[in-house]
């Protein structure tokens, strides 16, 4: 590994044939380390508590207090560290590393959307992890680079909002929700994605992400079950030798506002855990939309794309499918 920068100024990558990919992690690292941990909604787990439901998967000298952060902050950078092969295996395909910027990085340092992250990037993941208590939302400065950097050709907006977990006063409905996920991490009211979702409504992106559902598994395995492609829309050869996507028991529904068309397609949905009741498949839903594409179109040049940021973290696993889908998108035309 080489050796690790921080706190500097960022050095632009010159065109030079590859895509330039660049992640923006959409919270207030601040507002969202320093949550109180006597909360029980709405923030991220503390490292001693991953610890204590991922036991004894973090009990290495590497996480100790004397050498990993210890509270939530040690949980944001898991996510960090969780994003470096996805880094690693696109800056081979591309010839270009992949820059990494924060709304409000750690430091305190505020970092809007604008020329300087857009100028040397032509692959913008920006990863909605902001809780939606924290407020974050994209200023009209940034959605007017974002509209005019998209006019330019070959650009890439992914967009990947994260779940909503819990959006309801109902109790009884938010255990349902938890009892479904499993996931002892997450809190019965986790509301993710305030950056995202101001974002697609002044890009008129009609896609709201909704609800945190557990794919289903291959019968008798715990295998996440394939993906069900929509190959013949797919043009921008994003499911090329895909066949699964991460296996993650809270995964976003992206729920369109608008009917599908050949600007605004469905081309992955996942098979809902029929196992596991949840307000969703009450209601006769089998799969969610897990990737949706708006090609070109009108004055937009660049593509739109939306699939959740736990596709291209190492927290949940990994398979040759999923670095597919990885060096597909790096090396999208």
């Given amino acids: 590994m080489r050796a690790r920068t921080y706190n500097q100024s960022h050095i632009a990558r010159p065109h030079s044939g590859g895509r330039r990919i660049s992640i923006y992690w959409t919270w207030s690292y601040p507002w969202e380390s320093q949550r109180d941990p006597a909360i029980i909604e709405n923030r ?66 505020r970092l809007p959307i604008d020329e300087r992250v857009l100028a040397d990037t032509d692959t913008l993941m920006v990863f909605g992890l902001d809780h939606l208590l924290s407020e974050q ?28 977990v819990g959006f309801t006063d109902d109790y009884t409905q938010r255990q349902v929700e938890y009892e479904h996920h499993g996931d002892r991490l997450v809190p019965r009211q986790q509301r993710f994605g305030q950056y995202t979702r101001s974002l697609m409504k002044a890009l008129d992106v009609p896609v709201h992400n909704t609800w945190g559902l557990r ?48 600007h605004l397609r469905v081309l992955g949905r996942q098979r809902v855990d029929p196992n596991r009741p949840h307000p969703y498949t009450a209601d ?26 736990t596709h291209f973290t190492t927290l949940f696993g990994g398979t040759d499918s999923l670095r597919n889908l990885w060096h597909n998108l790096a090396t999208m035309k």
């Fill in 44 to 109: 991220f787990s503390t490292i001693t508590e991953v610890r204590n439901v991922a036991w004894p998967a973090y009990e290495t000298p590497e996480y100790d207090a004397a050498n990993f952060l210890q509270g939530i902050a040690g949980t944001l950078e898991l996510f960090h560290r969780s994003t470096l092969d996805f880094q690693a295996l696109a800056e081979e395909a591309t010839g270009h590393p992949v820059a990494v910027f924060q709304r409000i990085d750690q430091a305190g340092y």
């Fill in 137 to 164: 939302e994209a200023a009209p400065e940034e959605i007017s680079a974002i509209s005019e950097w998209l006019k330019r050709e070959g650009t890439c907006l992914l967009l990947a909002p994260h779940h909503d």
């Fill in 215 to 262: 794919p289903a598994v291959v019968e008798g395995t715990k295998e996440i079950a394939p993906l069900t492609g929509l190959r013949d829309l797919d043009a921008a050869r994003l499911l090329d030798n895909v066949t699964t996507f991460n296996f993650h028991p809270h995964l976003p529904h992206y729920e369109l506002t608008a009917p599908e068309s050949d």
């Fill in 284 to 309: 006769g839903n089998t799969e969610f939309n897990a990737l949706i594409w708006m090609p070109p179109a009108d004055e937009r040049a660049g593509d739109i794309v939306l699939i959740d940021s």
